[in-house]
């Protein structure tokens, strides 16, 4: 049986961009590389016709593209616990913990999420992604905890892409940042590139830059850092850590873009930080068969709920501020 297309038509402000990077904006779950593949495989044709990978788009033409039906994967399921918050026969919601990498790779090809996710959901799980990325439609950074969906059938899997390409998902984030916001909200909109001499680091000051937009808010201040809520409105590749890095307010425990906020100081006592301060606190998107509207929070992991009760500490003998009340209720960060 051959699987329905998607289709997409180019908008203006597309045109002239190159055919396989417009498709990893439409279909995040999938790679470039695997986008490149389908497009050399003729399962992407413009206006009805195949072509290559890096052809010039123009405004109105349409694009199909036919995902084939997914081979038996050869990755070896594992058990390893899951801590679900929602689970039917459509997808599942989970908070990932930090340190857990989402899909196999380079260097990370066994005790993966997708490992565990083989085990739990078994057969059920989408094959869409791929024999590497089984059920994925987005994913969190390896040191990033969180809420995470995973579709289990391909229906689910094409609907929630859909969502998330086209923003309907909304994603909020609690980080910790080095040094005090002054600005009680605001929105940061600066395009995110691949550095061009640090392969693994993104940067704003590029031209080439594609559009990220995180807006803010703060919700409480401490002496020497600040904790926000970050809802971002594009998934740039560590769009929270670049964009508060750029802003002079890294992220707490970013040795890549922070260089010492790795270390926190209390007391003249230095304590490292073990990974980044971003957990992906709430997550809401439409259920792809129901079409109800889905909210769920993923609760403050301990070792992110450990580092802001010693920052705390110092300043428990002091008042509240009217933000920092707000951030106890809102956030549910207070304490162990």
Known sequence: MTASPIEFSVEPPFAGERLDKFLVGKLPQLS????????????VRVNGTATKPNHPLRAAETISVVIPEPRATE???????????FEDDDLLVLKKPAGMTVHPGAGNMEHTLVHALLHHCGESLSGIGGELRPGIVHRLDKD??????VAKNDAAHVALSKQFAGREVTKTYL????GVMKRNSGVIDAGIARH????????????RGRKAVTAYRVAQRFAEHTLVEATIHT??????????????????????????TNIMTRDKNEIVVPRPMLHAWKLGFTHPRTGKPLR???????????VLKKIREPESNHKDTETQRGAHRDTGAGGS
């Open 32 to 43: 470039r590389a695997a986008i490149q593949r389908l497009i050399r495989e003729n399962h």
């Open 75 to 85: 990755i070896v399921a594992e058990k390893i616990p899951l801590d679900v918050l």
């Open 144 to 149: 990033t905890s969180g809420c995470m969906v």
């Open 175 to 178: 980080a910790l940042v080095a």
């Open 196 to 207: 061009r001499v640090h392969r693994k680091k993104m940067t704003v000051d590029d031209p």
């Open 235 to 260: 998934g740039r590749t560590h769009q929270i850590r670049v964009h508060f890095a750029w802003l002079g307010h890294p992220l707490l425990g970013d040795a890549t873009y922070g260089k010492k």
């Open 296 to 306: 769920f929070e993923a609760p403050l992991p301990a070792d992110m709920a450990g």
